[in-house]
Every structure is written in C-alpha cells, then in structure tokens.
C-alpha cells in the first residue's frame, strides 16, 4: 500500500445551504445537542467532549460502552459524555471568549480540528496541553498527526463512497460521478461543520489540483450531489435508499456484518484507487485539573481490549500496533491502494481558504 503524504504547497438547494451555513459554520457558537456535564467540581467525575456520532450514531456507537467499561475499571468514578452541535468548535469559541469549557477533554480530534483551534487562539491560548503518565509507545508511528502530541490517536479509517450494489455500480473515479448514472446519487455531509464532510472536500482537492477544484465540483452539484448537515443525516438518508451513494467510512462493512445486514448494499469505492485517511484522538483541554483522571482514561482507551472493541463499535481501525480487529471483522476493513493525507503545515496554510472558497461556490450555485 502507497502513502501519498501531500505537504506539497435532507438535500441543500442555495437557498436552504445559505440557511445551514449561517446557523452553524464554524464560525458559530453553537448550543448544545446534549451536554451531560456540568459545572460541578466533583473529583470523580470526568467530563469529555464527543461528537454525536461517536455517542448516538445511527449506525453503531462506542459511547454506551467506554462509559460502563471505564466505571466498571474505576469504582466510583464517573465518565459524562458533552456532546455539541458544532463538536470541537464550540470548545474553541468558549477558550476563545474565556468562558468554562465544562468538559476535560474531547475524543475525536482530528488534524483539521487541531488546525484550525491553533488558528483561531493563536500563539498565545491553547486549547489542548499535553498529558503525562500515559505510555504511548503502542501507538501506530504514521497516526501521530500533532507534532507536539498534545492529542494522542485512538482511531482511524479512511474517507470513501460506500455504495449500494443492488442499484450501481462501482463509481471508479472522480469523473466517473459525473456521468447521468450517478445523478442525485451521492449524499454528503456538509464541509463546512463536519470532519468527512471536509476530508472528502480536500480529497477532491488533492485529485484536481487547487487550480481546478472548484470547477470540478460546479459539475459535481450540477449532477445533484445533495448536501447535508450532519454525517448522522447522510447515513440515515443512504439506509433509508434515498440515494445510493454516501461519503462514509471504508470500515462501512463492519457495521453491516454485525448488524445483520447485506453486503452488496454495503460496498465501498475508491475512487481513483484513493482514500483520504481518517485518524482521530484524545486531547486534555489545558484548563482542566483532573490531570490523573484523564490519565486513566487516556490509558484505559489505549488498551488492546478497549481499542479491538472502540474499533468495531465505531467501524474503525485499531491506533495501537498490539490491537488488531477480531478475526471475523479484518477482510470487511478495507484499504485503499493509495493514501491520501494533508499535512497539518498544509491545512495550517490552506483549509481555512479551501473551505471558504467551496462555501461561496455552494452557495453561488
């Protein structure tokens, strides 16, 4: 398998994305979906950010079980999920506006999520610090994607189309989703507040080039792709055959194995025999003192045992070299020939502008 590490320098109609992207851009304070935590100070009780899906997922979710596994470990203590529509960027806004982040830490930082708290708090705030008391020599040496390793991996996969079988075939490229066989086939999670949403979108930046992205996806929304506010709605959409294609995760199968359900309806495509990488982790915000209760936890989700089932309960791969999947699940992970993977020195550059300019082309129709 090839790395191509690039360091090189419901359906929206315009009027309904115009409305998504002034609700909940990441520019936006958002309020939250669920927040289970509170202000209190109680010692024993450990607050950590997540996003919906990693806690309520239509598909299959980790949360429910990390919970009791981790108060079963530690008698006494409590873990509370605080989940926000906007997921880290509502943390980033509060360090930003000084106010109570109420939560410890956040599992489910991506590099594009580090990218842009580094950008909007600057040099002087940080919103992650790093945390000792915890061996990470298991972890995967091509996962770290924070050069200070402030946020250890805990999870990865990679961003593909999963496709259902029974109604197309394979798209086996870029171009190939423009055809009139794909029209209004392809569902996507918005780029502008959800991580695959945003990796796909610099995915097909990789494959055009930057001079010729925009173009490429003028004929992409001229073809009907829809886009959606939550990776959640694209995947309840897909299930429920509204369209045949999703913007999902390569680990798709696991999930459909599981649950009991078809393959065939449950495949996945590379296009252009890529994939772009999908890696995660578990960050301590820097105004948290709970410094050896967050240690535990960061240790408790690197263990072999917690990462083989977080792995299957979010259709993901293992971020520890001693954890593999469970025999039954490891030909359902797919790979792809060729890794596709920004830099965070190139998203520090660019993801900002990159995303920006998509909105106005969204929005431009």
Request: charged content about 25%.
């Amino acid at each position: 398998m090839r790395r191509e590490s690039l360091t090189r320098s419901g359906s929206l109609t315009r009027r309904g994305y115009l409305a998504v992207a002034g609700a909940g851009g990441f520019g936006v304070l958002a309020g939250c979906i669920s927040s289970v935590g509170s202000s209190s100070s109680n010692d024993d009780t450990l607050r950590i950010g997540a996003a919906d899906s990693y806690v309520n997922a239509v598909s299959t979710s980790a949360g429910d079980w990390i919970k009791k596994e981790f108060e079963k470990q530690y008698d006494g203590v409590t873990l509370k999920w605080v989940v926000k529509e906007n997921e880290v960027n509502e943390f980033i806004q509060r360090r930003k506006g000084d106010a109570p982040l109420k939560a410890d830490g956040y599992v489910g930082v991506t590099p594009t999520d580090l990218v842009r708290a580094e950008r909007v708090l600057g040099d002087d705030t940080d919103l992650f610090e790093k945390y000792g008391n915890v061996d990470t020599s298991n972890v995967v040496d091509d996962y770290w994607f924070d050069p200070k390793k402030r946020v250890v991996p805990t999870g990865s996969s990679y961003v593909c189309i999963v496709y259902d079988g029974t109604k197309i075939e394979e798209p086996e490229s870029f171009d190939a989703l423009l055809r009139d066989e794909y029209e209004n086939g392809l569902l996507l999670a918005n780029p502008q507040t959800t991580v695959t949403g945003l990796d796909f979108l610099l995915w097909t930046i990789s494959a055009k080039g930057q001079k010729n992205y925009l173009d490429y996806w003028k004929q992409l929304l001229a073809n009907g792709v829809r886009v959606v506010k939550s990776w959640n709605t694209a995947y309840s959409a897909f299930e429920s055959g509204e369209a045949p294609m999703v913007v999902s995760y390569s680990t798709d199968q696991i999930y459909a194995v599981d649950e009991g359900k078809s393959i065939e309806k449950h495949r996945i495509a590379f296009p252009n025999d890529e994939g772009y990488a999908y890696v995660s982790g578990l960050g301590k915000f820097a105004t948290t003192d709970r410094d050896d209760l967050f240690a535990k936890f960061a240790r408790f989700l690197l263990t072999p045992r917690v990462q083989r089932r977080t792995a299957v309960l979010n259709v993901g791969i293992p971020a520890v070299k001693n954890a593999s999947l469970p025999k039954k699940y490891r030909s359902y992970a797919k790979e792809p020939d060729s890794i596709v993977q920004y830099s965070t020195d190139e998203l520090r550059k660019h993801a900002s502008e990159w995303r920006s300019t998509w909105a106005r082309q969204v929005a431009s129709g």
